[in-house]
């Protein structure tokens, strides 16, 4: 039995029903979860249309790119190019339906049993190892049924500030954007992690005028310091106002505005506020802690390496969990929980093998052990950072930001982990991540042909250097 359809339980619900077993998977809104409906696809899809914005932009001023426009000259706007935030939001939409309809339909033609409801536990273990799920459907008929195990793959939903209340029109959370029909003019975006990131740039490169308010020092303050500079410059230069060490109290409307409150007593305006706060764990109202699943003071479910709770027969999956919220350690973590439970070979989950991308303009992209890990002393790597600018693709495509660092271990030269700072580093990162995988040496990458030209030739021009260093003794 699967109690939620995000990657962590549709992925589970197919390993399961390939291996003959009998699953069934309950879910309130549609398999995919918030990370196909509200979350991932759905902001990476607006960020597809803001990523067109800024290439056309930056075509515009390094490649001399060219637009006919008869609008004469004095009326002529600033930007050659608009966008149509409603239409926009309406692919965003109907790709996510598609998207979700999409696994579920894989999922029952796996065998899989899909029930639309809510799920909860119902009490402890019974005498046999079975456990009762107590499924509510919309209409609040409930059933109840037994499985030999359970997987708790719920997701989580924004938080939100007492005094920040989102009402779906001004002030917004991160799934209610895509019901925008027009552009905000200004935006003030709340929070400088990930997901205030990724919308912060995203709206910027749409053609809003963006603020970005940060507790922190530094956006991004949980990711390589290096290539989080690179990313401030960015927005600062392309306009944004970005306020470091500045925590927001509060955000009301006042007409047809919004007024937003820094602790310091300072208040900044928009039309529009998106709180980009972080998210709470679906575990409420679930029966975990009388079921014996112990939760975390943070109200994430504990696991163990093979997605294991501490109650018998209940096994996590996903950003429930508080381990990484990616689609791909949640998918990860189901195909264990499941390959465990059925007594197939099974390898433990290594997070130091997790590659993650965060999707603003340039992209950050990682894997392995980090620059604070090498900092703090907690591994012993060599380290290499070779900006862009020196790359001959780079410089053919205008691109001005970003670098590659590796970072290997000093003698042996295994690589242990990296960043790539790039237009899609995400799909860069990928031949670093078999790197810290296979543990394979930087002396193999740099003996490796990359095309020339290309992004990719800086990773081994990185190693060539880690390599060159390792054997002159550096070190």
């Known amino acids: ?45 607006l960020i597809a249309t803001a990523e067109v914005m800024t290439t ?7 490649l001399g790119i060219i637009v006919a426009d008869d609008t004469p000259h004095i009326e002529q706007a600033a930007r050659v190019v608009g966008v149509d935030l409603g239409k926009v939001n309406r692919r965003v939409k109907r790709l996510a339906l598609a998207q979700s309809h999409d696994i579920t339909a894989s999922v029952t033609r796996a065998g899989a049993r899909v029930m639309r409801g809510r799920g909860r536990l119902d009490g402890q273990q019974a005498m046999d190892g079975s456990r009762k799920v107590v499924v509510r459907a919309a209409d609040r008929t409930e059933e109840t049924l037994t499985a030999d195990a359970v997987l708790i793959a719920t997701g989580g939903h924004p938080r939100e500030i007492p005094d920040a209340k989102p009402d779906g029109e001004r002030i917004l959370n991160w799934t209610q954007v895509y019901d925008l029909d ?17 919308f912060a740039g995203a709206y910027q490169a749409l053609g809003s005028r963006v603020t970005l308010v940060s507790s922190r020092d530094r956006v991004l303050p949980g990711e390589d310091p290096d290539a989080a500079g690179v990313l401030e410059d960015v927005f600062r230069r392309r306009g944004m106002n970005v306020m470091a060490r500045s925590r927001a109290e509060s955000a009301k409307r006042v007409g047809d505005r919004v007024e937003v409150t820094l602790s310091d007593g300072r208040v900044i305006t928009g039309s529009h506020c998106l709180m980009a706060v972080g998210a709470i764990p679906n575990t409420a109202g679930m ?4 079921a014996g699943v112990r939760l975390k003071d943070s109200g994430h479910i504990w696991t163990d390496k093979v997605s294991r709770t501490s109650a018998p027969g209940v096994y996590a999956a996903g950003d429930v969990t508080g381990i990484f919220a990616l689609a791909s350690v949640a998918a990860m973590q189901g195909r264990i ?11 433990p989950l290594n997070l130091k093998t997790v590659s993650s991308n965060v999707f603003t303009d340039p992209e950050i992209a990682t894997v392995g052990y980090s620059q604070a890990d090498v900092d703090a002393g907690k591994i012993d790597a060599r380290v290499v950072k070779l900006p862009l600018l020196r790359n001959p693709r780079a410089k053919m495509q205008g691109i001005r930001d970003g670098f590659v660092k590796i ?26 991540s078999i790197a810290v995988d296979n543990n394979l040496t930087v002396e193999q990458i740099a003996n490796a042909f990359t095309v020339y030209p290309s992004l990719s030739g800086s990773i081994a021009e990185v190693a ?7 054997t002159a003794g550096e070190g």
């Open 1 to 45: 039995m699967i109690i939620g359809g995000g990657p962590g339980g549709y992925e589970a619900a197919l390993v399961g029903a390939q291996l003959g077993a009998e699953v069934t998977v309950v879910d309130c809104d549609g398999l995919g979860g918030a990370s196909v409906l509200t979350d991932c696809v759905p902001s990476k899809t």
């Open 56 to 62: 056309f932009d930056s075509s515009y001023e390094e």
């Open 407 to 432: 970072f290997c271990r000093p003698g042996t030269g295994i690589v242990v982990g990296g960043v790539v700072v790039s237009p899609r580093a995400s799909e860069l990162i990928h031949p670093i």
């Open 464 to 470: 060539r250097q880690l390599h060159t260093r390792k």
């Open 182 to 198: 027009e552009l905000p003019e200004e935006l003030i975006v709340v929070g400088s992690g990930v997901t205030g990131a990724e």
């Open 287 to 290: 029966g975990l802690e009388e």
């Open 337 to 347: 929980a499941m390959y465990h439970f059925l007594g197939d070979a099974v390898a």
